[in-house]
């Protein structure tokens, strides 16, 4: 499988804009790249995902390098509720490459 | 985006027993899967669950210890069995339509 490394924590204040850093050095062609957050005491959740190009949606943007060795996850104006474990998570396109594995994440605090 | 439901949301057994994790989605589904998270840790994935054939595990899983059902397009039951009190975790159901989504998970301790 391949693997992806994050920081193991990040601080933010309120309201600034935060850059999570993941790599991925041996990402193959046809791997996906997601990011999915785990709020305290709840399930993940789906964040954004993307392949080449920059994606954005209403809660995130997805900024890919050209050689897909590594990405950046941007919270554009963090806010307390975005405080979560973030995981970047690297799933390719059939059978066991298409699992969703899960690394230990990074840890993302907000103050205030 | 999908809702998916676990029942309990929480138990607290003997060891020994086995509680069994039921599992609905509100939209017909073929991929589910079972995960685990162990305090203070990562998900782990415990097994794939797709409608119509046997569910398939992850290394260091077996069926004896976590059967799975899955007999419709919209439920799946996690048996844990013969628990210990390494089996004190936190359960979570997951289902992929063209995102996959996980449930608010079953937090269990065993004593």
């Known amino acids: 499988d391949a693997k992806t490394t994050q920081p193991n924590s990040m601080e933010s204040n309120e309201e600034e804009p935060v850059h999570l850093p993941c790599n991925h050095s041996t990402i193959s062609g046809t791997d996906y790249i997601h990011w999915y957050r785990q709020l305290p005491s709840q399930g993940p959740e789906y964040v954004i995902h993307g392949l080449t190009s920059n994606v954005n949606n209403r809660m995130a943007s997805l900024a890919i390098a050209e050689d897909r060795k590594s990405s950046t996850l941007i919270l554009h104006r963090a806010t307390l509720r975005d405080a979560a474990v973030y995981y970047c998570?690297?799933?390719?396109?059939?059978?066991?490459?298409?699992?969703?594995?899960f690394g230990k994440g990074i840890t993302l605090s907000v103050r205030p | 985006s999908a809702v998916i439901s676990q029942k309990p949301s929480r138990d607290i057994c003997q060891r020994g027993t086995s509680l069994t994790i039921q599992c609905q989605v509100d939209s017909q589904v073929t991929m589910m899967f079972w995960y685990r998270q162990q305090p203070g840790q990562s998900l782990t994935l415990i097994a794939t669950?797709?409608?119509?054939?046997?569910?398939?595990?992850e290394s260091g899983f077996v069926i004896d210890k976590f059967p799975i059902s899955r007999p419709n397009l919209t439920f799946s039951t996690l048996t844990v069995s013969n628990m210990s009190p390494e089996d004190s975790s936190i359960y979570l159901c997951?289902?992929?339509?063209?995102?996959?989504?996980f449930g608010p998970g079953t937090r269990l301790l065993v004593l």
């Open positions: 669950a797709n409608q119509g054939s046997e569910a398939t595990y």
């Open positions: 998570i690297l799933r390719g396109t059939g059978g066991a490459n298409s699992k969703l594995t």
């Open positions: 997951s289902a992929r339509w063209e995102t996959q989504y």
